[in-house]
């Protein structure tokens, strides 16, 4: 079964600084990888999704995740966070056997402070 | 694009009563939606998958006969949480395949229910 690890739960950078959230991920095969960001009282918007090809995807929002296969990884990040970017943000895993096995990571809170 | 789109977005109830919440899809048909529910603090926990036409899928551990689904048709699946208690107040969020990539879904909005 395939699983997913976010292993900081809460992170703060300063509005410009840049970000990188973390993410690892265990599964057999070729996964197919997603990015969504949940803000406060709401659902889930993706950000981007990897699942062949070019190993850096770009999302929406200025965001760009980077697939490392040797690494398990697809760590997010982004150049310059502005203060509208505080939210939970959610990695997750697809497989490629079907609609519903997909997997979340327990989320990073990201905090901005001026 | 597509969206989906839940209904009630908050609802507090009475514990003993029923609640039900919709989960539309607009401008696509969706056989497959699925259903989560979300703990504060915590990651979304898939709880069943809904199928248009046929009897749900539910994940391990969760009680059928408490939280019925149905899909009754291409655009709509309901969650109908009975005789509803404290300890199921939560944040439950429906999604929807968007058919362009295995994996990739829509969500709703999310629904917040308070169970007194």
């Known amino acids: 079964a395939q699983s997913v690890t976010q292993p900081d739960i809460h992170i703060t950078v300063s509005e410009g600084a840049s970000l990188e959230l973390r993410c690892n991920y265990s599964?057999?095969?070729?996964?197919?990888l997603f990015w969504y960001v949940q803000s406060p009282g709401q659902g889930l918007q993706l950000l981007l999704k990897y699942f062949s090809g070019d190993t850096l995807v770009q999302g929406i929002k200025g965001f760009e995740a980077e697939f490392k296969r040797s690494q398990s990884s697809f760590n997010l990040r982004k150049p310059s966070v502005h203060w509208s970017d505080a939210a939970e943000y959610f990695c997750a895993v697809g497989t490629s056997g079907g609609y519903q096995k997909v997997t979340f990571g327990t989320g990073t809170k990201l905090q901005v402070i001026p | 694009g597509a969206v989906v789109s839940q209904h009630p977005s908050w609802v507090i109830c009475k514990s003993g009563t029923s609640v039900k919440i919709e989960c539309r899809s607009l401008d696509f048909q969706a056989t497959t939606m699925f259903w989560y529910r979300q703990f504060p603090k915590q990651s979304l926990m898939l709880m069943a998958t809904?199928?248009?036409?046929?009897?749900?899928?539910?994940e391990q551990g969760v009680e059928k006969d408490k939280f019925l689904i149905n899909h009754a048709s291409l655009t709509l699946s309901t969650l109908t949480v009975t005789s509803a208690h404290p300890e199921d107040s939560s944040f439950y969020i429906c999604s929807a395949p968007t058919g362009r990539i295995t994996g990739e879904l829509f969500f709703g909005e999310g629904s917040r229910l308070t169970v007194l």
């Open positions: 809904s199928n248009e036409g046929s009897k749900a899928t539910y």
């Open positions: 599964y057999g095969a070729t996964p197919y």
